[in-house]
């Protein structure tokens, strides 16, 4: 592990920040396929989530999506049994610096709503 890898930018302007919630949920994903492939299959998968805004949210994943994937996430409303699915697009990704080294996650992935 090297020296720099919890070594993360702190900011200090917390403004975008305030409207933030804990949710500590297993979130359903689908990455979707590019649309230039249509033998792409897409691919689904369980992410936890850490928490959400209006705006987006942040999720804990065991791979690291592309920057600006687009995926469907099933966003849990108060109602347990439903569930919104929602588009949103990969804004960053960050390995926590622990757990194995052969690229395999966790990952931070920071997400924004597509509206």
Known sequence: ??????EWPIATDFQKHHDRAAL???IPYEMT?????????AHRGKALSVNI???GMLILMDQAPAIE??????V??????????TLAEVRWT????????SGVGPYFVGLKFMF
Do not use: C, H
């Open 1 to 6: 592990m090297g020296q720099n890898e919890w």
């Open 24 to 26: 500590l949920r297993p």
């Open 33 to 41: 396929a590019p649309v230039n492939d249509p033998l792409a299959v």
């Open 53 to 55: 805004s209006s705006g």
């Open 69 to 74: 994937q687009v995926m469907k996430v099933y």
């Open 76 to 85: 849990p409303t108060p109602i347990t049994a439903a569930e919104t699915p």
């Open 94 to 101: 960050r390995k926590l610096p622990f757990g194995q080294n």
